[in-house]
């Protein structure tokens, strides 16, 4: 079984921060990794994701893959108190996206 | 855009009885559809994964006699929680893809268990 590890658990930067997360799975397998957000009361918001090893720019969003390292992360560039929220690591073991395995999450605020 | 609607948000049962969710895709066909349970203190489990016209998968610990779940057209998934008891409690969240690569989530329906 596909195992999701994320850290660090929770994280407090002041507003315009780099924020950086971390998130290791177990599966050299696994075919993409996704980084979704999810507010308080809500549902997980996809953000970003990435199948290939190196990195991924969308916006002020950067994730980074290592297959070597079964590692990936995701940058927060000029962080926003808007931006707090929970960020979950995802991680598929199949061509589809709807088999997933979720990582705990990292809280994530920003303070203005 | 896609668009996910789940009902209801959240719902207080008693202990033993069954709660029954819904879930709408608005702006593209759902022809997969994921439900996941988040529990307090815990991440999302995988309870079914659910394709038109193909039987519904159940992972470990999840069966259909306890989740039974319909996925009749491309717009619309419900799921019932039978016998619902305080294990049970948690956000229940449908995930709807239409092309196999990003889940669309809903806001989650909430169970309570009194």
């Known amino acids: 079984q596909e195992k999701v590890q994320q850290s660090p658990e929770s994280l407090i930067v002041p507003e315009g921060a780099m924020v950086s997360l971390n998130c290791s799975f177990s599966d050299s397998a696994s075919q993409s990794i996704w980084w979704y957000q999810q507010h308080p009361g809500k549902g997980p918001k996809a953000l970003i994701?990435?199948?290939?090893?190196g990195n991924k720019k969308e916006g002020r969003l950067t994730v980074y893959l290592n297959r070597a390292s079964l590692h990936v992360s995701l940058h927060i560039k000029d962080s926003q108190p808007s931006d707090s929220a929970v960020y979950l690591c995802?991680?598929?073991?199949?061509?589809?996206?709807?088999?997933?395995?979720f990582g705990k999450g990292t809280h994530l605020h920003v303070l203005p | 855009g896609a668009l996910v609607y789940q009902y209801p948000r959240r719902t207080i049962c008693k202990s033993g009885t069954s709660m029954r969710m819904e879930c709408q895709a608005v702006?593209?066909?759902?022809?997969?559809v994921a439900w996941y349970r988040q529990s307090p203190q815990k991440t999302f489990e995988l309870i079914a994964l659910s394709t038109v016209n193909s039987a519904i998968k159940y992972e470990q610990n999840f069966t259909q006699e306890k989740f039974p779940i319909s996925h009749p057209n491309l717009s619309f998934s419900s799921m019932t929680v039978l016998n619902a008891y305080l294990e049970d409690r948690g956000l229940y969240l449908c995930?709807?893809?239409?092309?196999?690569?990003?889940?669309?989530f809903g806001e989650g329906s909430r169970l309570i268990v009194v």
């Open positions: 702006g593209f066909q759902a022809t997969s």
């Open positions: 994701s990435i199948f290939s090893n």
């Open positions: 995802a991680v598929s073991l199949d061509t589809n996206a709807y088999k997933v395995i």
């Open positions: 995930g709807a893809d239409n092309s196999g690569n990003t889940l669309y």
